[in-house]
C-alpha cells in the first residue's frame, strides 16, 4: 500500500470493535504536536520542569478519578505491559527478600503470585522477566461470571505456605480483557491482609469506570490496594500510547527503581523538585503527560465519565440485541463494556466454534467492521469491546447486519467443503 491512512486500522471508527483502545481525540492530536515541538526528555526535573510538574497533576487526578489515595506515589509509562512489570517488581521488592537488588532472588524462598485465569498475559512476561518464573504464578479458577474464585484463591495461598512456598502477592483485575469482568476487591483484599500480602489491582482497562457514582460498588475495595495500574490511552480516550502506575507509599515505588549515576546527580539539592527517572524504568522519557492533562483540562471529569456511561449502556443494547436474536447466543451479559457472543450454525452440520472463527476471518476480509474472536471455554467466538465515545446504538444495529451476512456466508462455505474440516 502506498497510502499510509488507507493501510491503517481505523479505531477511531465507531465501527472498531477491537482491541480495547479509546480511539484517542482531538485535543490529544494538539497535544502531540506540541510534544514532539517541545521534544523535551523527562527524567530529571531541571531538564524538563513544566513536563515534570504536569505529570505530578496528573498523577493526582487519576488518582482522584477512581477515588485512590491521592497521596500515593505514580508516574506514567508506555502502557500495561511496563505497568504490570513494576508493580509487580514492587510487590517483589516489599514482600519478597530484603536485598534483592544486591544479591537477587537465587538464595530467597520461591516466591508467589496469585491472579485469575483471567487475567492479562503481559503478567505472565512480567513473571518471567522478574525471574520469579511463570510456575509461580499461580492461576486461580474463574466462576461463573469470570471472576476470581476467592475460596480456591485462599485455599491455594494455604497450600501453598504449607509446602514452603513464599507468597507474596495478589493481584485483582478491574475489568478482564476477554469479558470485562471486575474481581471482588474488598474479598481479595481481606485475604491479602489476611495472609500480609501485597494487593496489586490491574485496572489497565476498567478502572476509570470506578469514577462513576453508578458503578462505585462494583471496585468496592480497590483503594486499599497497595498498588493500581490504569491505561488512560483505553478508557479515558487519550492517544497512544500512555500507562499509569499508582503506588500508595510513594517511597516503596522510589525504593525499587531509583539509582542514580554521578552525571545524574546534578539539580537534585531543591527538596520540592521530584525527578521522574527515581519511579521508573526509565530515564529517557517524552512528556506523556501532556495529552492527558489536555484531556482532562478539556472535556473535564463530567464529560469523560458520561461517555465511560454510554459505553456500558451501548454494551448493553448489544447485549439485549442479541439476545433476542435467534441466529446469536450471548456468553454473558456485560458488566462493563466488553461483551461476548457467539453466531449460532442454522443448518446444523457445522460445529460453533468452527463457524464463529471463519466469521473472524471474513470479518477482516470484508472490512466494513473490525473486532477480534476470543475462546470461551476453549471455543472461538465473537468479541465486542464498546470503548468510543462517538459510537451510537445505530452503529450497533448496523455491526449485527453485517454479521448476520457473514455468518450466513461463512457457513454455507462451510457446509460446501468435505466433512473432515469439522
Known amino acids: 500500500e502506498k497510502n499510509l491512512i488507507e493501510a491503517s486500522n481505523f479505531n477511531p471508527s465507531p465501527n472498531y470493535y477491537g482491541y480495547i483502545t479509546g480511539g484517542g481525540n482531538q485535543i490529544g492530536i494538539i497535544a502531540e504536536y506540541i510534544k514532539a515541538a517541545l521534544n523535551q526528555n523527562n527524567l530529571k526535573w531541571h531538564s524538563a520542569p513544566a513536563n515534570s510538574e504536569i505529570e505530578k497533576i496528573v498523577i493526582e487526578w487519576i488518582s482522584e478519578f477512581i477515588g485512590y489515595n491521592q497521596k500515593c506515589g505514580g ?3 508506555s502502557g500495561g505491559s ?7 517488581a514492587v510487590m517483589r521488592k516489599v514482600k519478597g527478600g530484603k536485598k ?5 532472588i537465587y538464595n530467597e524462598e520461591v516466591m508467589r503470585v496469585y491472579v485469575s485465569e483471567e487475567g492479562h498475559s503481559s503478567i505472565d512476561k512480567a513473571m518471567d522477566i522478574l525471574g520469579l518464573g511463570s510456575e509461580n504464578l499461580v492461576k486461580v479458577k474463574r466462576d461463573e461470571n469470570f471472576k476470581i474464585q476467592i475460596k480456591e484463591l485462599e485455599k491455594k495461598i494455604n497450600n501453598d505456605f504449607k509446602s514452603g512456598f513464599k507468597p507474596i502477592g495478589v493481584i485483582g483485575i478491574a475489568g478482564t480483557t476477554n469479558t470485562g469482568s471486575v ?3 474488598n474479598e481479595i483484599f481481606k485475604i491479602c491482609k489476611k495472609f500480609d500480602l501485597w494487593f496489586m489491582v490491574d485496572a489497565a482497562y476498567g478502572g476509570p ?3 462513576l457514582n453508578e458503578y462505585k460498588n462494583l471496585f468496592k475495595g480497590m483503594e486499599k490496594a497497595d498498588s493500581i495500574l490504569l491505561n488512560p490511552h483505553k478508557w479515558m480516550f487519550v492517544p497512544f500510547e500512555v500507562a499509569c502506575v499508582l503506588v500508595k507509599n510513594q517511597q516503596q515505588l522510589k525504593n525499587t527503581f531509583s539509582l542514580i549515576p554521578e552525571y545524574l546527580m546534578g539539580g537534585t539539592d531543591i527538596e520540592e523538585r521530584e525527578d521522574l527517572m527515581n519511579y521508573s524504568i526509565q530515564l529517557s522519557k517524552d512528556f506523556k503527560a501532556l495529552k492527558v492533562w489536555m484531556t482532562i483540562e478539556v472535556f473535564g471529569h463530567s464529560t469523560i465519565s458520561n461517555a465511560i456511561k454510554n459505553d456500558i449502556e451501548i454494551a448493553l443494547y448489544a447485549y439485549e440485541k442479541i439476545k433476542n436474536n435467534k441466529l446469536f447466543k450471548p456468553l454473558h451479559k456485560p458488566e462493563l463494556s466488553i461483551f461476548c457472543f457467539k453466531y449460532i450454525s442454522k443448518l446444523g452440520n457445522v460445529s460453533d ?8 476471518e471474513e470479518i477482516e476480509k470484508d472490512g ?3 473486532l477480534s474472536g476470543t475462546k470461551i471455554n476453549n471455543e472461538n467466538v465473537l468479541r465486542i469491546n464498546c470503548i468510543n465515545y462517538r459510537r451510537k446504538r445505530e452503529d450497533i444495529d448496523f455491526l449485527i447486519k453485517v454479521l448476520e451476512e457473514l455468518g450466513s456466508k461463512a457457513e454455507k462455505e462451510l457446509s460446501n467443503l468435505p466433512l473432515k474440516n469439522f
Open 183 to 185: 474481581d471482588p476487591m
Open 368 to 370: 466494513r467492521i473490525f
Open 209 to 211: 469506570a470506578a469514577g
Open 353 to 360: 466454534d468452527v463457524l464463529n472463527k471463519k466469521i473472524i
Open 75 to 77: 508516574v506514567l509509562v
Open 82 to 88: 511496563v505497568a504490570n512489570l513494576m508493580n509487580i
Open 100 to 104: 534483592i537488588r544486591e544479591k537477587g
